[in-house]
């Protein structure tokens, strides 16, 4: 069975219109210029010091998270954590700025992350969800081929109205990915 690979260090992974930047600390106050006078501008702020920023566990590092230029523009957060490094799994998430919506920056962005889970690191699954009242996400997840409907985790989390919610979740598989993503298309940069 091969093992979990530590990455390479690499700048960017550019496919399909799209270029992800890993999200370091020396990169913040360039980010936070980026999102400076947009609608969302403060939720984005939150969203990335809670969610995005690298968290390493005994030395390996768990939680990679990318900010997403798309036409030059920054358009959102991509991120991959590693849940289990034995077990090669993980999981991804997304946040697509308000004014970025619409233009399939999310579902795009996996074939990034799908190639530097299944390809650089090695990793063997990737999950996602989201609450069932989120339908942008639902979309999202729905539009990203390869990832599959698994389950539903009954009043899994609080939502912005302070009320359980049940959780729609959904993973793809290495194989699965390899059967259906050119990794041809991406381009890592080092």
């Known amino acids: 069975m091969n093992d979990y690979h530590e990455p390479l260090p690499f700048k960017a992974i550019h496919a399909d219109g799209i270029t992800l930047r890993l999200i370091e600390p020396e990169k913040i106050d360039a980010i936070h210029a980026m999102l400076r006078g947009l609608p969302d501008e403060h939720d984005m702020i ?3 010091a809670e969610n ?3 968290q390493f566990h005994n030395g390996r590092r768990t939680q990679f998270g990318f900010y997403a230029v798309l036409d030059g ?3 959102g957060f991509s991120l991959l954590s590693i849940e289990d490094f034995h077990e090669r799994k993980g999981s991804t998430g997304a946040d697509t700025l308000l004014h970025m919506r619409g233009r399939g920056v999310a579902p795009r962005s996996k074939q990034h992350l799908f190639y530097f889970a299944f390809e650089m ?3 063997h699954r990737l999950e996602t969800g989201h ?3 989120n339908i942008a996400s639902q979309r999202s997840i729905q539009k990203t081929p390869g990832f599959v ?3 539903r985790s009954r009043e899994s989390g609080i939502n912005e109205n302070g009320e359980f ?3 729609l979740l959904y993973g793809i598989l290495k194989r699965e990915w390899e059967e259906l993503y050119d ?4 381009v890592v940069e080092f």
Do not use: F, I, T
């Open 46 to 48: 939150a969203e990335l």
């Open 52 to 54: 995005y920023m690298p």
């Open 73 to 75: 523009e920054l358009a």
């Open 121 to 123: 690191l090695n990793l």
């Open 131 to 133: 609450r069932v009242s």
């Open 149 to 151: 409907l698994e389950g």
């Open 165 to 167: 919610e049940d959780e």
């Open 183 to 186: 990794k041809s298309g991406v």
